[in-house]
């Protein structure tokens, strides 16, 4: 499972340092922010308003064809259910 992967990996959300000065440290990946970033239309190209998507101004890093399949595969499992495996006993 990627989740698990990136945790093994280390990866965090984003670290900063407040105002205060005070250090906050990122967080290891769950499901929820994993979900966040893969629906996130930025990486497209496109810009969320409102819970609407318009072309922004900026260069896309996907190209829509890789955002489609990550869309897809994200709406055939609804709410990061996981489909049940049979195992041989």
């Known amino acids: 499972m990627l989740v698990q992967q990136l945790r093994l990996e280390g990866i965090t959300s984003k670290s900063w340092i407040s105002q205060s ?25 496109d810009i969320r308003h409102k819970g609407v998507a318009y072309p922004g101004e900026h260069e896309a890093i996907v190209t829509r064809g890789q955002w489609e399949v990550v869309q897809t595969a994200l709406a055939s499992k609804p709410n990061g259910v996981s489909i049940p495996v049979q195992r041989d006993r």
């Not at 290891?28 to 239309?41: T, V």
């Open 21 to 45: 000065g005070k250090d906050r440290v990122g967080k290891l990946i769950d499901k929820g922010a994993l979900y966040k970033i893969l629906n996130n239309p930025i990486y497209v190209g």
